[in-house]
């Protein structure tokens, strides 16, 4: 007889966990909570994340179950057509000062949730409130949910914050964003979200939830590794893994220990992306020098024939609205190709019904796509591919076709490219190069992402206490009995409503 489902979930959003540094914490003993999740659940080393593989486009996926063409969170910076002006979500305080900050503080903390992310686009916390699950979150991207939050006032920081922060919010039942906005005391204090509290922050009000049984599910974010990799590389995870680890800990240890916890709370931890050693930047401003490209701040933008959107290792460029439009594409990719450490460009075909990707430089190949029946994909989706194969690194047999460099590539780049909100042409960068932001900065010497690429493209995910929704595993061509895993951090909230008895 199979034993009982726990009745509450917890799902624990790693931002940027590598699956080998994962690996490497746990063989090193210092994630002993996560090596027991591993080993009581399912572990799998390759999820893919979304395409750019950057927190707020993969974040939104994560929290709705839905890819960008969907979400419509394009990336970490993208260009707003009805507003002509720069949408900056974080990417740095030298780009959040250029773009403004005001600006991109609302982006950030309102008009992310309340106006770029669709009202008919819901988020697992929205899907859970409709069903009366209560439900809970710590300071997440993506906090949409049926409740109402005043801006907090619990801190002598959280009140200064209400000059700028004052309007309420709707988020989960239970919501702690920062200390911006908290549903009730808990003690637990962030500094205002500062890097290297956030994960403090998470465990102090998960325990509290967790001890005083106030929610039935909870989005436990730890985003402190991401800031760790930016800033020390990849191979410097260990450290960060183990504090994530210790946060963990204090959720398990309220819930009475492993077993007790763990017969109350299935659990899903899951990374939004991973991160690649990043060795040098790419010219990419000073590429389109020759452009009228949009200032930062927006200024006179009937002059501008382009908008130029870097995010780590990826990068979207805009054709302005114009006569010059159809022209400019061509150009852009021209330009794009010619740029040292651009490995991918990508856009669509003028009349709309394919993607192209092209690589750079002037013996690159170009490979046209979109939905079909010929073809299938590691998740059972039909494409039609013509031309050179090479591009993508593609493999085809017996119907099936794949990509081991650029994992769901067919998938992830048409999701991009069909996203209202993209940019014309979409870049991907070569192992170990990135693009600087608008303030200038870059992470050489450490750890990015962005890319379509699998260093920076797979994650970690674990689960334990439920089953997938679906058997995202397949029997590889040639009869080899070998499987093929075709995971997404889409999956995720389908596993969770899944888990509460209700369908995506």
């Known amino acids: ?43 799998v080393d390759d999820c893919c994340a979304a395409f750019p593989s950057v927190t707020p486009c993969c974040a939104a996926t994560i929290a709705t179950g839905r890819r960008q063409d969907e979400h419509r969170i394009a990336s970490m910076n993208w260009y707003h ?18 773009i403004g900050i005001a600006k991109q503080l609302g982006d950030l903390i309102y008009r992310m949730n309340h106006e770029h992310l669709p009202a008919d686009v819901p988020t697992v916390f929205e899907r859970l409130d409709d069903a009366h699950v209560r439900t809970a979150g710590t300071t997440y991207l ?60 998470t465990g102090c009000v998960g325990a509290y939830l967790v001890e005083h049984d ?10 402190d590794n991401d800031t760790h990799s930016h800033e020390h590389g990849p191979d410097a995870q260990v450290a960060s893994i183990a504090e994530a680890d210790r946060q963990l800990e204090r959720l398990v240890h309220a819930g009475g220990g492993l077993d007790a916890f763990l017969a109350e709370h299935a659990i899903i931890v899951v990374a939004d992306h991973s991160h690649a050693l990043v060795e040098q930047r790419i010219d990419f401003f000073e590429a389109f020098a020759d452009y009228a490209v949009l200032p930062a701040n927006g200024a006179r933008p009937k002059r501008a024939e382009i908008a130029l959107c870097p ?65 299938r994909d590691r998740r059972g989706v039909g494409w039609m591919v013509d031309g050179d194969l090479e591009v ?85 061509p040639g009869g080899s009995g070998e499987r093929w895993s075709g995971w997404s951090i889409a999956d995720v909230t389908p596993m969770a409503l899944a888990h509460f008895g209700l369908s995506q």
């Open 142 to 201: 993506f906090y949409r949910g049926r409740h109402e939050h005043q801006p907090s006032r619990e801190s002598p920081l959280s009140r200064l914050a209400t000059t700028v922060i004052r309007r309420p919010v709707q988020g989960p039942k239970e919501l702690f964003y920062a200390d911006l906005f908290a549903s009730r005391e808990t003690g637990c204090w962030s500094r205002m979200g500062m890097p290297g509290l956030r994960d403090q922050h």
């Open 311 to 375: 995010a780590q290792r990826s990068a979207m460029v805009y054709a302005l609205e114009g006569p010059s439009r159809d022209v400019l594409v061509p150009r852009i990719v021209a330009t794009a190709r010619g740029l040292d450490g651009v490995d991918l460009v990508m856009w669509r075909a003028s009349d709309g019904t394919a993607a192209v990707a092209r690589g750079s430089g002037a013996g690159g190949g170009e490979v046209r796509f979109a939905p079909g029946a010929e073809l």
């Open 1 to 43: 007889m199979a034993s009982p489902r726990p009745p509450k979930l917890v799902l624990a959003v790693i931002d940027g966990l590598k699956p080998s540094a994962l690996e490497k914490a746990v063989a090193a003993g210092r994630a002993p909570v996560l090596k027991a999740l591993m080993a009581r659940g399912t572990y």
């Open 81 to 98: 057509r009805e507003e002509k002006r720069y949408v900056e979500y974080g990417s740095s305080f030298g780009a959040a000062r250029r």
């Open 214 to 223: 106030l929610c039935d599910f909870l989005l436990f974010s730890l985003p």
């Open 392 to 476: 993508l690194a593609l493999e085809r047999d017996q119907g099936r076709v794949w990509s081991d460099v650029y994992p769901d590539a067919l998938s992830r780049i048409w999701a991009a490219l069909t996203c209202p909100t993209s940019g014309e042409v979409l870049l991907s960068a070569a192992v170990g190069r990135e693009f600087p932001d608008w303030g200038g900065s870059d992470h050489v010497g450490a750890g990015s992402h962005g890319s379509l690429h699998a260093s920076d493209s797979l994650g970690a995910l674990v689960f334990c206490g439920l089953d997938p929704v679906d058997d995202h595993a397949s029997h590889a």
